[in-house]
C-alpha cells in the first residue's frame, strides 16, 4: 500500500481567508481589555467597562422590570371558543394530508405531493410517481408555499382611472372586458397581442388552440425568461420543428451494495448548470448522484468524470471532476475544437460531413486546447466501452447553434437514445419571442394581453418595451401588480397552483393533474379559466375545463375510477405519448449559423444568468429565497457583479464598490463581489433584483440588470464597460460567519499526522473539517484519507465521566431501543439549497430581514459551508452542509444553567424552549456553531407584521413558534420521529421501521446526499453507511461524538490533465476566530457573542 500524502489539502471559505486578512469577529469580553492592567498594578477598577451601570440607574431598571412583570398579571377578560360540531368528512383535526399536484417553472416541470394541515398546505414534497421529481424539489418548489400566503399578492382585480387604479370586481371585468374582447373577436383579432408564458398544460394548449380558431389574426409571444428557448430552437434547426429533447444522465446500477453498471461515464457542461435551475434539474440531480456512489474501493472505478466550461462559479461548476473557465462567447469555439477533434475517430450522420468539414478553425490557449484534446479522448473512450456512453450538456444560455451543434456531437458519440432523447411535439405552442412583439407595437398592435408575464421589467432594455407598452391597452393577468399591471388598463389577480385546476406535459411527456389545495384566498382566476373565457366568450370553472379535456381525449377510455387514480398518483396513466421521435438530418442552417458566429475575445464582456435564488424576478417577493445564501458566494438579499480577482485589480476595485455597467449606451451601478473561479475580463450579472413597489421582501433588494441586456442575444454582449463609480453598497455575505475554529494546540496528536497540515505561522496542525481524496487515491489506500485527518487516535479520547453511569454530570442515558442519526455524502451534495429551505418551512423558522443578516443574526438551521481548495484564481469547491451534530457528549449540555438543552434517551439533543432564558452558553460551548438565537420575536417582525394572519397560515402545527430570547437549532425533525413511533404503537409495533422517517432535509434533496435512521440497528441503511470507508465525524478530537457524520468527497479527475484544484504549497497563516451568533465584522463591539 502507498502512502497517501497529498489528499489532505489546504482548504479556505473566502478571499480574506485565504490570504489571513479576515480580521477578528467579534470580541467577546469589550469591557475587559485592560485586564492586564491587574499585572502591572492597576487595581480591581480596570476592570470595570466605562459603559457599567451606576447603583441609581440600576435599581430603577430593576424596579420598572417588575412593574411591568406585575402588568403581566393582569386577568384578561374571558373569550369563548366553541367546538366544531361536525367535522368535514376528510378531515381529521391534527392530521396531515397530502395531495399530488404538480408545479412548471419555465419548461420543467415537477411532480408534488402537498401538506394540507387543517385545510391550509403547509409543505411541498416531490412525488415519487413523477419522472420529474422522483421524490425531491428545489428550492423554489419548497419556497411556493410562502408565495402562497404572500402578503402583497394581488386580491382585486384593478382598473385604471386617471394616473392610478381603483379595486374593481369580476363582475365589472366580465361585463367591461368582455365587450371588449366581443369586439376584438369581431374584428377576427385584428390589433391583439397575447404575451404568455411556455405552455406545458394540454388543456391551456386547447384553450390556445381555440382562441386562434376565434382570433386567428392575433398574434402570440412568449414572455418567459427562464426556458428552453435555445434548446428548443437548436433542436428544431437540426429536426425540424416542434422538435424538443431532454438529457439523462444513466445511473450505475446496484444490487447487493455493489455497484453493477457504467451508466454514463463521461459528462461534458457547456455553460450548463444542469444541476441547478436549468430544464428537469431535478431529475438530472438524481441520476448525477447516481453515477458518484462509492460503497468501496472497487466501485470507485465506475464512477462518472464531469467536465464543464463557464465564465462563473456555478454549482455544477463546483461539482466538476475538471473546470475551465472562461468567456462565454467562447464557449462554442470549444464545441468547434471539441467536433474537430472527434470527426476523425467517429462517423459523421449522412447530411453532416460537410458540416464538419467547413468547422472554422478557432483559437484556443494551450491549455484551452489540451483540455478539448484530453475531453474528446475520454468521450471517445466511453464510446468504446461496453454498457458505457457519454453525455454533451449545452446551457441555455449558449445561442440555438451551440446546442444544435451539441446535439450533433451527441449523435456522433452515440448517444442519442440513450443520454439524449428526442421527441416531436405536436402540440406545441408556437409563440415568437418578446424581441417582435417590441417591433409589433409600432404596427399596429394596439391592445396587449399579457397573461403570467412581467415583459415591462424582463424584457430586454434595448428594446423599452416599458415604454412602447404606455401607448397602447394593456390588459395584465398575474399574481402581483407588478411593473407590467402598474402599466394597464385592468390588471386581473391570478392564482397559485395550490388553488387552481389544471394540467401539465413535462418535457418527457410524462403528465399530471394540478389539483387545488384551497379555494382561492383572493378574487383570482387561473390562466386557463381567462384564456377559455375569452376564447369562447363562456364563464366555465378549472375543474370542468381540465376534467372535459380529457374525458374528450380519452373517449371510451375515460371513467371516473382512471381519473381518481390519476389525481390520487399525481401522475396521468395510459394516455399515448403525443410525437414521434425525429432524427437529426437538417444542417444547411447550422452550416450558416457557425459561420456567423463571433469568437473575437479582445473586448470586456458583460454576461447574465438566472439567480439561483430568486430566477428570472418571479420570486423576488418571497424572502425565504431573498434570505437564502447564494450557493457560491453565500451574498444575501442582493445581487452583485461577479469579477475575477485580475479584472478586480484592473478596475482597482474591492468587495462592496460601486462600478458602473454600460452596454450599448445603458447602464447601471452596482457593487462589486471577487469571485473566485470567474473568467477574467468578464462580469457576470444575476437577473431578478431591483424590484421596485411590489412587496416588503423585494423592494430595494439589489439591482435591476435587464436594462443592459441586447435583444440578439440577452445572456452575453461583448464591447461592454466596466468601470468604478465611486462609493460602495454594502452587500454581506454569511461565508465567514460561523467558521468553525480551523487550529488546535494539543500535545497528544497523532504520530502518522501529515506534515502538510502544519502551519508554520503557528506551529500546530489545521482541523481538516472537509476531508476528500481522488480516486486513484481511494483505490490504493482506501480509508486513509477520511482518518488521517483526525488530530488523536479514538483510543486518545478521554471522557471525565462514564458514559453510561453518570447522566447525571451531563453524559446521556442512551437507554432508548432506537437511536437516531445522520450521515451527509459530500460526493453527492452539490450545495443547491434545497435542504435550507425546506428545513425553514418544516420548521417555523422565522425571517430576520437584511438588516439583521447584516448583523449575523440569520437563523437557517443547516449551514451550506462552501470550501475552495487549490489557487485562488481558479479554484476547486466543496460544500458541507453543517447543522446540530446531536453530539452523544454535548459541550452545550454542560453549560446550560437551566437544563433547557438536554439529551434524550434516543440521543436527541433536543431543546425546551419555555425553559430557555437566553444566556446563549450553549452557542458559546458549541464547537459546530449551529445554534440560533432570536434577538427579537422575529416570527413576527419585521417582514410579517402587517399581514402576519395570512402569513402564519403557513406555519407547521407540529413545530413551536419560537419567540424571543430563545436559542434553537435542527431538532433532527422530532415531531416526524414522534408520529412515526405513535403510528408504529397503534399498529403494535415497538420500533419504526427503517425509513419510515424521512426527516425534512433528506425528503427534499435531489441528490440523496441526506441519509437519516437508526443507528443503534445494524441493518439500517444509516448504519450500513457508517461502515463506509468514507466514514468520518468532524472535530472528533473534541470527543462530541457526533450522531452527524459524513462521508468523504472523492474526485474522478483524468490523469492526462493537472489537478483541478492543486493544494498551495503554504496553506493560510491564519484563520480568524469563529463569528458569534449576532455579531458580524462591521458590529463587532455591539453585541454579544453565541452562535
Known sequence: MTKSTDNLKAYWRSLADHDGTLAPQHDEFPGLKDASALADGGGATSFVPATSLARRKFMGLVGASTALASAGCIRKPVEHIVPLSKRPEDTIPGAAVYYATAYQVGGTVQGLLVESQDGRPTKVEGNPRHSGSLGATDSWAQASVMGLYDPARSRTPLKRSGEG?????????????????????????????????????????????????????????????????NANAGAEMLCGAGTRFT???????????????????????????????????????????????????????????????????????????HRLRMRASQVGAVLIALANEIKGSSKAPSGAEAVLDALPAVTLTDAEQKFVKVLAKDLLAAKDARDAHSLVIVGERQPAWAHALGLLINVMLGNVGSSVRLRHDDTAVVAEPIAALAAA????????????????????????????????????????????????????????????????????????????????LHQSKSALELLSWIASDAQVDGYSLVQGYWRKALGAMWSDKVWRRWLHDGVVHGVPRSGQNPIPREYAKLAEAIKAADFTANKFEVNFHVDPKVADGRFSNIAWLQELPHPMTKLTWDNAAYVSIATARKLGVENCDLVTVSVGGRSIQIPVWIAPGQADDTVSLALGYGRQNLGRAADGAGVDVYPLQSAANPWFVQGGDVAKAGGQRKIFSTQDWGSLSPAIDMASTRDDMDPNLLNPGRGYPDRPIVRETTVEDFKANGREFAVKGDLMAPDKLVSLWDHNTHPDFGAPALVGKQQWGMVIDLNKCNGCSACVVACQAENNIPVVGRSQVANGREMHWIRLDRYYSGAKE???????????????????????????????????????????????????????????????????????????????????????????????????????????????????????????????????????????????????????????????????????????????RIRNPNTELAPSAPAPATPAPAHAAPAPHGAAAEHKADHAPAH
Not at 455 to 473: M, Q, S
Open 165 to 229: 387604479q381603483v379595486a374593481s370586481d369580476w363582475d365589472t371585468v366580465t361585463e367591461e372586458l368582455g365587450a371588449k374582447f366581443k369586439e376584438l373577436r369581431g374584428k377576427q383579432g385584428q390589433g391583439l397581442a397575447v404575451v404568455l408564458p411556455t405552455v406545458l398544460s394540454p388543456s391551456l394548449r386547447e384553450a390556445v388552440k381555440t382562441f386562434t380558431t376565434n382570433f386567428p389574426k392575433a398574434k402570440l409571444y412568449n414572455g418567459d425568461v427562464v426556458g428552453s428557448h
Open 247 to 321: 438529457y439523462h444522465i444513466q445511473g450505475k446500477g446496484s444490487a447487493g451494495g455493489q455497484i453493477t453498471a457504467a451508466g454514463t461515464r463521461v459528462i461534458f457542461s457547456a455553460d450548463s448548470d444542469f444541476l441547478c435551475g436549468e430544464q428537469d434539474s431535478v431529475r438530472l440531480q438524481r441520476e448525477f448522484a447516481a453515477g458518484r456512489e462509492v460503497h468501496s474501493q472497487a466501485d470507485a472505478a465506475s464512477m462518472n468524470r464531469l467536465y464543464v466550461v463557464e465564465p462563473h462559479f456555478s454549482i455544477t461548476g463546483a461539482q466538476a471532476d
Open 874 to 1048: 481558479d479554484p476547486a469547491a466543496v460544500v458541507q452542509p453543517m447543522l446540530c451534530q446531536h453530539c452523544e457528549t454535548a459541550p452545550c449540555e454542560n453549560v446550560c444553567p437551566v437544563a433547557a438543552t438536554a439529551h434524550s434517551p434516543e440521543g436527541l439533543n433536543d431543546m425546551a424552549y419555555n425553559r430557555c432564558i437566553g444566556t446563549r452558553y450553549c452557542a458559546n460551548n458549541c464547537p459546530y456553531k449551529v445554534r440560533r438565537f432570536n434577538f427579537f420575536n422575529f416570527n413576527r417582525d419585521p417582514l410579517n407584521s402587517d399581514d402576519e394572519k395570512l402569513l402564519w397560515m403557513q406555519k407547521n402545527p407540529d413545530v413551536t413558534v419560537r419567540f424571543r430570547g430563545v436559542i434553537e437549532k435542527c431538532s433532527y425533525c422530532v415531531q416526524r420521529i414522534q408520529e412515526a413511533k405513535i403510528q408504529a404503537h397503534v399498529a403494535g409495533e415497538d420500533t419504526v421501521k427503517d425509513g419510515v422517517i424521512v426527516v425534512a432535509c433528506e425528503q427534499s434533496c435531489a441528490s440523496q446526499a441526506i441519509v437519516f435512521g437508526d443507528v443503534a440497528d445494524p441493518t439500517t441503511r444509516v448504519s450500513q453507511l457508517r461502515t463506509n470507508a468514507r466514514h468520518y465525524g468532524v472535530l472528533t478530537d473534541l470527543n462530541t461524538r457526533p450522531r452527524t457524520t459524513y462521508l468523504g
Open 441 to 520: 407595437l409600432g404596427a399596429g398592435i394596439d391592445t396587449v394581453l399579457v397573461i403570467e408575464c412581467n415583459p415591462a421589467y424582463e424584457a430586454p432594455g434595448e428594446l423599452d418595451l416599458a415604454g412602447k407598452l404606455k401607448g397602447v391597452t394593456v390588459i395584465h393577468h398575474g399574481l402581483y401588480n407588478d411593473e407590467t399591471g402598474k402599466l394597464a388598463a385592468w390588471h386581473l389577480p391570478a392564482t397559485t397552483y395550490f388553488e387552481a385546476w389544471g394540467d401539465l406535459e413535462a418535457a418527457d411527456a410524462t403528465i399530471s393533474i394540478v389539483q387545488p389545495l384551497i379555494a382561492p
